[in-house]
């Protein structure tokens, strides 16, 4: 059995006291790609600033590649090859969608690499007409694809996705679906989504967050089908 | 490309001044000479400013610890040593130090930005409260006494390096402080263009991408703000030749308020504007002062509201805008390409 590319043991945070995630065992291959799903408040977002270094755990680990990096500094463990796009777009926004690019590329290139690095992605995600404006006055689906850029600028080799597709077009969706799908052929991603239509275009594997733990892990077909998962997403297992 | 462009006019920009600052004493006479000096000495210390909050974020309240710092370490420095090039040397070295070692647990520490301000001033405060305190024949640095509040009088000024015995004099010292001034502003340039520019900017911008993308925000912090120690205890050198003497009033709250002003007013996030706000504001302090009117503080004090409240961006960037405005109406076709960093 291989080490796994990342893997959570007992992954719990408390804030005072509510448990924002319990107890979450969570297994990622390599080159896997993985749809993380469930209600507002399922613990989510803040799963994915754990194994960022956003927070630090309360208990549990995380592994990347049998490698303890629970508790490390979110810079440690972008430089481990962790990328994220969060929820909230975080992208620099006083600066061209260009310089924007150039800052991730160029933190393991040269610069004149990053350049040419920061070209590429720029045409590869369509974004070369909008180089030169300020993120900051972009639409938000355009920042959304920014941060996107970004995050592959810094060639990471696990990328978390928070909420790629919220904000964007139907048109637009279908792109960041195919886009997932590229970038999967020669890395591993994790993607939080909430649109139902756009995890059944991409999904093999789906986690469901409920309450801060795992509840059902399974193949797509089979979670949308559970009568568990459409309970919390309408509310009704909400007391449980 | 663009930057390339805009370091081409800084550099023209520059050899004009550069031309008009050595050929000025041709024209001006010797008082206007010492008041010019000192208005590029405190450029200087604009300038220091100007980069660690415009560029850095970081906004300190008391960069008149560097500045005083420095002052202070030419002062001592030149008395025991008879030859001003050790003793500025020492003027950037102490504030470096001193800007390593209180940067180092604030930023480390994790003090927000708020905080970061409060400390700053207040280390300015405990400094002119220390200096201050040091009157008496006890109080002594090698041939050095620090006088308390009677500050050092007769600090050697500038002499030619490896020549002590060569005293330069008002406007060699004046040409000296001009161009030192412009040297300054140009290497912030090419630091700003620089890799370590573009990412001290894009940690100003969001300190959280950032740390996401590999970079740790605190080692960048840390490095901006000593370069900003070291200019501003660069700036107290200028200040000490251009008038032979320092006191503690160098750290005081006056000084301190007057830096923010002049970044305020010329323009935060580009370079040209501090220097321009601390001289266009240095010269009408001085034509204040020279009639019974109206007091200083008070014209001082009504031109921040006006600036914060109708050109909040400050002249620099308000006059970029409208020239790029301009250019953006007469040539509509390449407007977005034309509108592309416009930051200085």
Redesign the interface.
Known sequence: MNVPLLQTSGLTIRFGGVTAVDQVDFTLEEAELRCLIGPNGAGKSTFFKLLTGQLRPTEGHVHLRGRDISGARPHEIARQGVGIKTQVPNVFNAMTVQDNLWIAARHKHTPAFATDLTDKILTDLRLTQIANKEVGQLAHGQRQWVEIGTVLAGEPELILLDEPAAGMTHEEVERTADLIQEINKSRALVVVEHDMQFIKMIAKTVTVLHQGAVLIEDDVARVLEDARVRDVYLGKGLAA | MHQLNGMTGALIGSAIVAIAILTAPLYVDLFQIMQLTVFAAMAVLALSLGFIWGYGGILCFGQTSFFGLGAYAYAVAAINFGDSTPAIALAILIPVIFAALLGYFMIYGGISDVYLGVITLTVSLILFNLVNSTAGDFYKIGDARLGGFNGIPGVPTFNLPGNSGYILSPEQAWMVTGIALILVYLGLRVLIAS?FG??I??IR??E??????????RIYKLITFMIGGAIAGFAGALYVNWGAFVSPTIFALGLSAQIIIWVIIGGRGTLIGPVIGCLLLQWLVTEIGAQQALDANFILGAILIVFVLLVPKGIAPTLRDLVMARLARDKPMTA??TT??V?T
């Open positions: 890799s573009r990412i900017i894009a911008e969001n959280t991408r950032a740390a996401l993308l590999g970079y740790d925000p977005d390409t592309v960093k930051k």
